[in-house]
Protein backbone atom coordinates (compact mmCIF):
# COMPACT_ATOMS: atom_id res chain seq x y z
CA UNK A 1 0.00 0.00 0.00
CA UNK A 2 2.91 2.24 0.59
CA UNK A 3 3.96 1.67 -2.89
CA UNK A 4 1.12 3.48 -4.18
CA UNK A 5 1.50 6.63 -1.95
CA UNK A 6 3.88 9.95 -3.50
CA UNK A 7 6.72 10.18 -1.27
CA UNK A 8 5.34 13.02 0.65
CA UNK A 9 2.61 11.16 2.01
CA UNK A 10 4.66 8.17 2.28
CA UNK A 11 6.79 10.00 4.90
CA UNK A 12 3.31 11.34 6.42
CA UNK A 13 2.24 8.06 7.30
CA UNK A 14 5.79 6.39 8.63
CA UNK A 15 5.45 9.94 10.38
CA UNK A 16 2.45 9.00 12.07
CA UNK A 17 2.99 5.61 12.31
CA UNK A 18 6.41 6.30 14.33
CA UNK A 19 4.60 8.97 16.23
CA UNK A 20 2.12 6.30 17.25
CA UNK A 21 4.25 3.98 18.72
CA UNK A 22 6.46 6.47 20.61
CA UNK A 23 2.70 8.23 21.95
CA UNK A 24 2.36 7.60 25.69
CA UNK A 25 -0.93 6.47 25.62
CA UNK A 26 -2.73 5.80 28.65
CA UNK A 27 -2.96 2.12 29.36
CA UNK A 28 -6.84 2.65 29.73
CA UNK A 29 -7.47 -0.73 31.42
CA UNK A 30 -6.31 0.20 34.95
CA UNK A 31 -7.77 3.76 34.69
CA UNK A 32 -11.00 2.53 33.50
CA UNK A 33 -10.58 -0.29 36.44
CA UNK A 34 -9.98 3.04 38.73
CA UNK A 35 -12.98 4.71 37.56
CA UNK A 36 -15.26 1.90 38.64
CA UNK A 37 -13.73 1.20 42.08
CA UNK A 38 -14.27 5.26 42.53
CA UNK A 39 -18.05 5.02 41.23
CA UNK A 40 -18.20 1.88 43.55
CA UNK A 41 -17.43 4.70 46.28
CA UNK A 42 -19.68 7.45 45.23
CA UNK A 43 -22.66 4.85 45.65
CA UNK A 44 -21.79 3.96 48.91
CA UNK A 45 -21.04 0.32 47.93
CA UNK A 46 -16.92 -0.03 48.80
CA UNK A 47 -16.76 2.09 52.26
CA UNK A 48 -13.65 0.88 53.30
CA UNK A 49 -10.34 2.07 52.02
CA UNK A 50 -8.69 -1.97 51.94
CA UNK A 51 -11.67 -3.06 49.75
CA UNK A 52 -11.05 -0.23 47.37
CA UNK A 53 -7.69 -0.38 47.22
CA UNK A 54 -7.65 -4.55 46.39
CA UNK A 55 -10.39 -4.01 44.00
CA UNK A 56 -8.08 -0.97 42.40
CA UNK A 57 -5.15 -3.80 42.44
CA UNK A 58 -6.92 -6.37 40.63
CA UNK A 59 -7.71 -5.32 37.08
CA UNK A 60 -10.84 -6.68 36.41
CA UNK A 61 -10.19 -6.46 32.78
CA UNK A 62 -7.68 -9.57 32.80
CA UNK A 63 -10.95 -11.91 34.22
CA UNK A 64 -13.57 -10.94 31.41
CA UNK A 65 -13.11 -13.06 28.61
CA UNK A 66 -13.31 -11.00 25.22
CA UNK A 67 -16.39 -13.14 24.25
CA UNK A 68 -18.48 -11.03 26.70
CA UNK A 69 -18.31 -8.40 23.81
CA UNK A 70 -18.87 -5.37 26.61
CA UNK A 71 -16.14 -3.63 28.95
CA UNK A 72 -15.38 -5.73 31.72
CA UNK A 73 -15.58 -2.43 33.42
CA UNK A 74 -19.40 -2.09 33.51
CA UNK A 75 -21.25 -2.39 36.79
CA UNK A 76 -23.37 -5.51 35.54
CA UNK A 77 -22.75 -9.69 35.43
CA UNK A 78 -21.24 -10.96 32.30
CA UNK A 79 -21.32 -14.30 30.97
CA UNK A 80 -18.19 -16.59 30.91
CA UNK A 81 -19.28 -19.54 29.23
CA UNK A 82 -20.62 -22.98 30.72
CA UNK A 83 -23.81 -21.03 31.85
CA UNK A 84 -22.13 -19.37 34.35
CA UNK A 85 -21.29 -15.43 34.70
CA UNK A 86 -18.95 -13.07 36.29
CA UNK A 87 -20.99 -11.29 39.34
CA UNK A 88 -21.13 -7.53 39.05
CA UNK A 89 -18.62 -5.49 40.45
CA UNK A 90 -20.90 -4.34 42.81
CA UNK A 91 -21.90 -7.63 44.12
CA UNK A 92 -18.26 -8.66 44.32
CA UNK A 93 -17.76 -4.96 46.19
CA UNK A 94 -20.81 -5.78 48.66
CA UNK A 95 -19.07 -8.99 49.82
CA UNK A 96 -15.93 -7.93 50.36
CA UNK A 97 -17.27 -5.31 52.76
CA UNK A 98 -19.10 -7.73 54.34
CA UNK A 99 -16.54 -10.00 55.12
CA UNK A 100 -13.88 -7.57 55.70
CA UNK A 101 -13.35 -8.17 59.67
CA UNK A 102 -13.09 -11.83 58.49
CA UNK A 103 -10.58 -11.31 55.70
CA UNK A 104 -7.65 -9.59 57.80
CA UNK A 105 -4.16 -10.65 56.96
CA UNK A 106 -3.42 -13.74 58.60
CA UNK A 107 -6.91 -15.28 58.08
CA UNK A 108 -8.44 -18.35 56.40
CA UNK A 109 -10.69 -17.98 53.59
CA UNK A 110 -12.97 -20.44 50.97
CA UNK A 111 -14.67 -19.02 47.63
CA UNK A 112 -17.13 -21.51 46.45
CA UNK A 113 -17.60 -20.65 42.64
CA UNK A 114 -14.50 -19.34 42.02
CA UNK A 115 -15.71 -19.33 38.24
CA UNK A 116 -13.20 -16.07 36.76
CA UNK A 117 -10.64 -16.01 39.77
CA UNK A 118 -11.28 -12.56 40.13
CA UNK A 119 -12.85 -12.47 43.75
CA UNK A 120 -10.68 -15.11 45.00
CA UNK A 121 -7.56 -13.15 43.52
CA UNK A 122 -9.42 -9.90 45.69
CA UNK A 123 -9.36 -12.41 48.78
CA UNK A 124 -5.88 -12.95 48.39
CA UNK A 125 -5.07 -9.35 48.01
CA UNK A 126 -6.76 -9.06 51.93
CA UNK A 127 -5.59 -12.06 53.81
CA UNK A 128 -1.84 -11.92 52.09
CA UNK A 129 0.62 -14.34 51.77
CA UNK A 130 0.40 -14.90 55.45
CA UNK A 131 -2.92 -15.91 55.08
CA UNK A 132 -4.53 -18.15 52.76
CA UNK A 133 -7.62 -18.35 50.33
CA UNK A 134 -8.57 -21.86 48.63
CA UNK A 135 -11.19 -21.37 45.15
CA UNK A 136 -13.53 -24.39 44.57
CA UNK A 137 -15.10 -24.71 41.18
CA UNK A 138 -16.92 -27.62 39.32
CA UNK A 139 -16.21 -26.56 36.05
CA UNK A 140 -12.52 -27.92 34.96
CA UNK A 141 -12.10 -25.53 31.95
CA UNK A 142 -13.27 -22.85 34.09
CA UNK A 143 -10.55 -23.48 36.76
CA UNK A 144 -8.00 -23.66 34.27
CA UNK A 145 -8.57 -20.55 32.73
CA UNK A 146 -9.23 -18.93 36.07
CA UNK A 147 -5.30 -19.87 36.94
CA UNK A 148 -4.16 -18.03 33.80
CA UNK A 149 -6.08 -14.89 34.74
CA UNK A 150 -4.62 -14.98 37.79
CA UNK A 151 -1.33 -15.32 36.71
CA UNK A 152 -1.45 -12.06 34.79
CA UNK A 153 -2.54 -10.18 38.32
CA UNK A 154 -1.64 -8.62 41.28
CA UNK A 155 -2.48 -11.73 43.09
CA UNK A 156 0.44 -14.08 41.41
CA UNK A 157 3.15 -14.06 43.22
CA UNK A 158 0.46 -15.54 46.24
CA UNK A 159 -0.61 -18.09 43.57
CA UNK A 160 3.31 -18.81 43.25
CA UNK A 161 3.62 -18.99 47.30
CA UNK A 162 0.93 -21.12 47.83
CA UNK A 163 -1.52 -19.23 49.77
CA UNK A 164 -4.13 -18.90 46.79
CA UNK A 165 -5.11 -22.21 45.07
CA UNK A 166 -7.61 -23.44 43.00
CA UNK A 167 -9.63 -26.64 42.94
CA UNK A 168 -11.73 -28.71 40.83
CA UNK A 169 -14.77 -30.05 42.92
CA UNK A 170 -17.99 -29.41 44.09
CA UNK A 171 -18.31 -26.49 46.20
CA UNK A 172 -21.54 -27.66 47.91
CA UNK A 173 -18.99 -29.64 49.72
CA UNK A 174 -16.51 -27.28 50.60
CA UNK A 175 -12.77 -27.66 50.64
CA UNK A 176 -12.65 -29.45 54.28
CA UNK A 177 -8.43 -29.83 53.31
CA UNK A 178 -8.21 -26.41 54.79
CA UNK A 179 -11.24 -26.11 57.88
CA UNK A 180 -12.10 -24.34 59.86
CA UNK A 181 -12.35 -20.81 57.44
CA UNK A 182 -12.76 -17.19 58.71
CA UNK A 183 -14.48 -16.23 55.93
CA UNK A 184 -16.62 -18.68 53.25
CA UNK A 185 -17.88 -16.55 50.17
CA UNK A 186 -20.25 -18.93 47.94
CA UNK A 187 -20.46 -16.96 44.69
CA UNK A 188 -23.57 -19.53 43.04
CA UNK A 189 -27.43 -19.38 44.91
CA UNK A 190 -27.92 -22.30 47.05
CA UNK A 191 -31.56 -23.87 47.43
CA UNK A 192 -30.63 -24.31 50.71
CA UNK A 193 -27.44 -23.35 52.97
CA UNK A 194 -25.17 -26.84 52.76
CA UNK A 195 -24.64 -28.25 56.31
CA UNK A 196 -20.88 -28.90 55.12
CA UNK A 197 -20.29 -25.18 54.82
CA UNK A 198 -21.45 -24.42 57.95
CA UNK A 199 -19.69 -27.18 59.62
CA UNK A 200 -16.95 -26.07 58.14
CA UNK A 201 -17.02 -22.03 59.32
CA UNK A 202 -14.62 -21.48 62.09
CA UNK A 203 -16.44 -20.23 65.37
CA UNK A 204 -16.29 -15.77 65.05
CA UNK A 205 -16.30 -16.56 61.24
CA UNK A 206 -18.61 -15.22 58.68
CA UNK A 207 -20.30 -16.52 55.41
CA UNK A 208 -22.13 -14.44 52.66
CA UNK A 209 -24.02 -16.74 50.62
CA UNK A 210 -26.91 -16.23 48.42
CA UNK A 211 -29.90 -18.57 48.80
CA UNK A 212 -33.31 -18.99 46.84
CA UNK A 213 -34.60 -20.14 43.53
CA UNK A 214 -36.87 -18.20 41.65
CA UNK A 215 -36.49 -15.09 44.52
CA UNK A 216 -32.85 -15.35 45.90
CA UNK A 217 -31.36 -13.32 49.44
CA UNK A 218 -28.26 -12.73 50.56
CA UNK A 219 -27.70 -14.44 53.37
CA UNK A 220 -24.80 -13.60 55.92
CA UNK A 221 -24.30 -16.47 58.50
CA UNK A 222 -22.17 -15.89 61.75
CA UNK A 223 -21.00 -18.64 63.70
CA UNK A 224 -20.50 -17.30 67.04
CA UNK A 225 -17.57 -18.25 69.68
CA UNK A 226 -19.96 -20.28 71.53
CA UNK A 227 -20.52 -22.44 67.86
CA UNK A 228 -24.23 -21.02 67.51
CA UNK A 229 -25.19 -19.68 64.31
CA UNK A 230 -27.34 -16.54 62.76
CA UNK A 231 -28.53 -16.06 60.08
CA UNK A 232 -29.49 -12.53 58.33
CA UNK A 233 -30.93 -11.55 54.92
CA UNK A 234 -29.32 -8.42 53.44
CA UNK A 235 -30.75 -8.11 49.96
CA UNK A 236 -32.16 -9.33 46.94
CA UNK A 237 -30.03 -10.84 44.86
CA UNK A 238 -29.72 -13.61 41.66
CA UNK A 239 -27.27 -15.48 40.95
CA UNK A 240 -26.49 -18.62 38.71
CA UNK A 241 -27.51 -21.79 40.96
CA UNK A 242 -25.06 -23.84 42.93
CA UNK A 243 -25.60 -27.07 41.55
CA UNK A 244 -24.70 -30.34 40.16
CA UNK A 245 -21.88 -30.07 36.87
CA UNK A 246 -24.51 -31.44 34.48
CA UNK A 247 -27.31 -29.52 35.43
CA UNK A 248 -25.56 -26.55 34.93
CA UNK A 249 -24.56 -27.66 31.49
CA UNK A 250 -27.79 -29.13 30.61
CA UNK A 251 -30.03 -26.51 32.79
CA UNK A 252 -33.48 -26.87 30.97
C1 LIG B 1 -22.07 -16.42 39.27
S1 LIG B 1 -20.64 -17.44 38.95
C2 LIG B 1 -19.54 -16.46 39.93
C3 LIG B 1 -18.10 -16.77 39.76
C4 LIG B 1 -17.10 -15.86 40.45
N1 LIG B 1 -17.51 -15.41 41.75
C5 LIG B 1 -16.85 -14.70 39.54
O1 LIG B 1 -17.41 -13.63 39.77
O2 LIG B 1 -16.10 -14.89 38.59
C6 LIG B 1 -20.92 -18.92 39.89
C7 LIG B 1 -19.91 -20.01 39.68
O3 LIG B 1 -20.26 -21.11 40.51
C8 LIG B 1 -19.95 -22.30 39.84
N2 LIG B 1 -20.69 -23.38 40.48
C9 LIG B 1 -22.02 -23.65 40.44
N3 LIG B 1 -22.32 -24.75 41.17
C10 LIG B 1 -21.14 -25.19 41.70
C11 LIG B 1 -20.79 -26.29 42.54
N4 LIG B 1 -21.70 -27.17 42.99
N5 LIG B 1 -19.48 -26.42 42.88
C12 LIG B 1 -18.55 -25.57 42.43
N6 LIG B 1 -18.82 -24.53 41.62
C13 LIG B 1 -20.11 -24.33 41.26
C14 LIG B 1 -20.32 -22.00 38.41
O4 LIG B 1 -19.66 -22.86 37.50
C15 LIG B 1 -19.86 -20.54 38.28
O5 LIG B 1 -18.55 -20.45 37.81
C1 LIG C 1 -26.55 -23.88 28.91
O1 LIG C 1 -27.89 -24.32 29.16
C2 LIG C 1 -28.63 -24.51 27.99
C3 LIG C 1 -30.06 -24.80 28.41
O2 LIG C 1 -30.57 -23.70 29.11
C4 LIG C 1 -28.03 -25.64 27.18
O3 LIG C 1 -28.79 -25.86 26.01
C5 LIG C 1 -26.61 -25.24 26.81
O4 LIG C 1 -25.96 -26.30 26.16
C6 LIG C 1 -25.79 -24.85 28.03
N1 LIG C 1 -24.55 -24.21 27.60
C7 LIG C 1 -23.36 -24.66 27.95
C8 LIG C 1 -22.19 -23.93 27.40
O5 LIG C 1 -23.19 -25.62 28.67
Same mark, same amino acid.
Given at each position: ??????????????????? *?????????????????????????????????????????????? =??????????????????????????????????????????????????????????????? =??????????????????????????????????? *??????????????????????????? =??????????????????????????????????????????????????? *???????????
Amino acid at each position: MLLFLCAKNRFMLLLVLIL *LQHQPWPSGASDKNKAMVEQLQRHGVITSTKVAEVMEAIDRGLFVP =PAACASPYLDRPMPIGYNATISAPHMHAACLELLLKHLQPGMRALDVGSGTGYLTACIALMVG =PEGRVVGVEHIPELVASSIENIKKSAAAPQLSDGS *LSIHIADGREGWPELAPYDAIHVGAAA =PQIPQALIEQLKPGGRMVIPVGTALQELKVVDKKLDGSVSIRDDTSVRYVP *LTSKDAQLHAG
